[in-house]
């Protein structure tokens, strides 16, 4: 029986009472999203990135995407009402969210910030996000994940080159 971590986003989805399934496998580094899928055996579609953005004023948020999708930071920018939109440095990430890159969850982040969610995500019956840990992912149903979070929807996913 596997051991699973005890990190910031199971003690936040433990609180908020999610019902959810624990999934580990071997973290590979830039695997991403493909990795993890074909790890766990499920679609790329439904497992869902966590990535952390800034605005020209450096203010931080939260976009939850496809993990087979990117995201046009140009939509994104007139969507929230900013100028531009950049992904941020690993090191402002971890700083703010309490989380390593690679294992970075929208559950129990260290600083409040604005989380965006892909709209086409609501489709899915169940998806998989990460838990807090590089090699460690969640399952839950989508409408746990929108209960607890209460993200803003967005329509910014685009195809992968």
């Given amino acids: 029986m596997p ?5 910031a986003a199971i003690r936040c989805l433990r609180a908020e009472l999610v019902v959810f399934t624990e999934h580990l496998y071997d973290y590979q ?3 991403g999203t493909r990795a993890s899928s074909t ?3 499920v679609d790329e579609h439904e497992v869902i990135k966590t990535l952390v953005m800034q605005d020209e004023e450096k203010r931080l948020c939260i976009v939850l995407m496809h993990g087979d999708r990117n995201v046009s930071t140009k939509n994104l920018a007139r969507q929230i009402g900013c ?3 950049v992904p941020c ?3 402002v990430a971890e700083k703010n969210t309490g989380y390593k890159v690679g294992g970075t ?8 910030m604005p989380i965006y969610l892909e ?8 998806i998989f996000i990460n838990g807090g840990g590089r090699g460690f992912l969640v399952s839950m149903s989508t409408s ?3 209960r607890v979070l209460n993200p803003t929807l967005v329509d910014v996913g685009t195809e992968k080159a």
């Fill in 29 to 31: 580094e830039k695997g």
């Fill in 83 to 85: 100028k531009g939109v």
């Fill in 3 to 7: 051991t699973f971590p005890v990190t």
């Fill in 144 to 146: 746990e994940l929108v």
């Fill in 105 to 112: 969850s929208p559950f129990g982040i260290r600083k409040a």
């Fill in 89 to 91: 440095t690993p090191e």
């Fill in 119 to 126: 709209s086409t995500i609501r489709e899915l019956d169940r």
């Fill in 39 to 41: 790890a766990l055996g």
